[in-house]
């Protein structure tokens, strides 16, 4: 039996193993001391929409978060600025070598926003929330800007991170949502030796998001749900432009990091199945959120029962990041 067919037979059962589940049943801030972004105000996070860009000689905007600490900092990117929000957990203000992480947003979406349903800022390591130019990434079909622009521009932030705080190469990795997750998907296949995993949430998989992509096996996990319709499970049209369907992201992921045909499944909670591909010279899972629409599974407008923090738990427990305490 081919890898493909053994895939499709897998989804298939986790398809049936979600049915049948399914019938069974912002804190007071303080001055920060030798504050690592320069010296600034220090006030609560603005409401959306953001506030206009700061010039790269303005102090950003800092605030504590527990013992963390967190800010929006303005880089130049060739012509642009750009800008970005960072939360520096306490290791990393002592000094010690923490993982990066990268948490791109969705379409039309700001990076304030996926900051605070993602809840990534509880890891322990540094974590950037870039904003898109006119809030789209490339290479979707609607970005103002192209993939080489972008990726400049994430470059530039692990530059500028990297000059502030001990980054740990090893562990460097990028998740984002729908139009987020296309593009996290796209480092994965245009720097597979700056990034050692990425996570892909109800991802728009356009064509050009793998066109090219290295083949250098890359640590993956994608969430996606079964509801989804805006990009769909099994693929589609949007903006004029044709998306693939999650089985064959998977198929060509499982491929590319030279997996067996065996995938095991696991049931998630009531409504989700993973499945782990066997195997692997980069492990590879999926997760199948049974009614799961396009969101961030366990967002407050999630439909599909799943527990809120299940999505960035699974994420993070899948890349060996650490929360804060651990």
Sequence with gaps: MSLQTRIATALAAAISLVASSCSASEEETTPPVNDAFGESEVREIEPEPEPEPQSEAAAPTTEMIGESRSGRRTIQVGDESRNYWITAPPAALNGQKVPLIFVFHGMTEYASAIR??????????????????????????????????????????????????????????????????????????????????????????????????????????????????????????????????????????????????????TQVGNTAVKSTYQGCDAPLEHIRVGTGGHVWPGHPTDKSGVDSDLTTNEILNFWGVAYRGQ
């Excluded at 904003?131 to 521009?153: K, L, M, R, S, V």
């Excluded at 980054?167 to 296949?189: E, I, K, P, T, W």
Aim: charged share 25%.
């Design 116 to 265: 605070e349903y993602s809840n990534f800022d509880k890891a322990n390591a540094i974590v950037v929330y870039p904003n898109g130019i006119e809030q789209a990434w490339a290479p979707a079909p609607y970005a103002e800007t192209t993939g080489e622009e972008d990726i400049a521009f994430v470059d530039a932030i692990r530059e500028d991170v990297e000059s502030r705080y001990s980054v740990d190469s090893a562990r460097v990795f990028a998740a984002g949502l729908s139009n987020g997750g296309g593009f996290a998907a796209y480092l994965g296949c245009q720097r597979p030796y700056q990034f050692t995993g990425i996570a892909t949430v109800s991802a728009a998989y356009y064509w050009r998001v793998s066109d090219g992509c290295s083949e250098i096996p890359m640590k993956h996990i994608d969430i996606h749900g079964t509801a989804d319709e805006v990009i769909e499970y099994d693929g589609g049209t949007r903006h004029e432009t044709e998306y693939h369907s999650v089985p064959e992201m998977l198929n060509e992921a499982a491929r590319r990091n030279h997996c067996s045909d065996e995938v095991v499944l």
